[in-house]
């Protein structure tokens, strides 16, 4: 079964500053990986997905991502941040489903990202 | 990406007693999932919800106290029986379209349970 962890609980970040939020994630194969993010309030947005191919992937709102194997990483960047990026934000894995269909996700227990002024 | 609507977006239930929750589409869409997001915590699978087809459950939830319908590719529901404060939460349901592996979520229903 797979797995994701994201070991930063919480992370505050000045404005204009650069970010990264870490995530690993366990499976035994080339997963499905992604980053969510959730304002107060508000469900569940999707930023970036990575399924194949480049590694570094592009998301909404200045986000990208870098898909690397041998670290079972997926950590998420933003160069310059902005009072309304504060967040939760969750990194998820879906498994490979051989018959093409999606399968559930499984979500790490999510960064409470804090931005200072 | 779809348009997903959830009804109610939030209630308060006295114990013992079951709310369904519904999920609407905006276009077909082949997969539907129920999360369960207890507060302060992630989210968790409850359910693969598939028209045409009984839903399946991930380990720790049961049929008996979280019955889901599917009866077409827009909608879906999922209800919470004979309720405990344990099962204060915020339910969200999820899509996916043919081929598709990202999913999208509802705006979530949040209960509470007294």
């Known amino acids: 079964a797979q797995s994701v962890t994201q070991p930063d609980i919480h992370i505050t970040v000045s404005e204009g500053a650069s970010l990264e939020l870490r995530c690993n994630y366990s499976y035994g194969a080339t997963p499905y990986l992604f980053w969510y993010v959730q304002s107060p309030g508000q469900g569940l947005q999707l930023l970036l997905k990575y399924f194949s191919g480049d590694t570094l992937v592009q998301g909404i709102k200045g986000f990208e991502a870098e898909f690397k194997r041998s670290q079972s990483s997926f950590n998420l960047r933003k160069p310059s941040v902005h009072w309304s990026d504060a967040a939760e934000y969750f990194c998820?894995?879906?498994?490979?489903?051989?018959?093409?269909?999606?399968?559930?996700?499984?979500f790490g227990k999510g960064t409470h990202l804090i931005i200072q002024p | 990406s779809a348009v997903i609507s959830q009804k109610p977006s939030r209630d308060i239930c006295q114990r013992g007693t079951s709310l369904t929750i519904q999920c609407q589409v905006d276009?077909?869409?082949?997969?539907m999932f129920w999360y369960r997001q207890q507060p302060g915590q992630s989210l968790t699978l409850i359910a693969t919800?598939?028209?045409?087809?009984?839903?399946?459950?991930e380990s720790g939830f049961v049929i008996d106290k979280f019955p889901i319908s599917r009866p077409n590719l827009t909608f879906s529901t999922l209800t919470v029986s004979n309720m405990s404060p344990e099962d204060s939460s915020i339910y969200l349901c999820s899509v996916a379209g043919t081929g598709a592996h990202e999913q999208y979520f509802g705006p979530g229903t949040r209960l509470t349970v007294t």
């Open positions: 919800a598939n028209q045409g087809s009984e839903a399946t459950y």
């Open positions: 276009s077909q869409v082949t997969m």
């Open positions: 998820a894995v879906g498994a490979r489903d051989s018959g093409g269909g999606a399968d559930g996700l499984t």
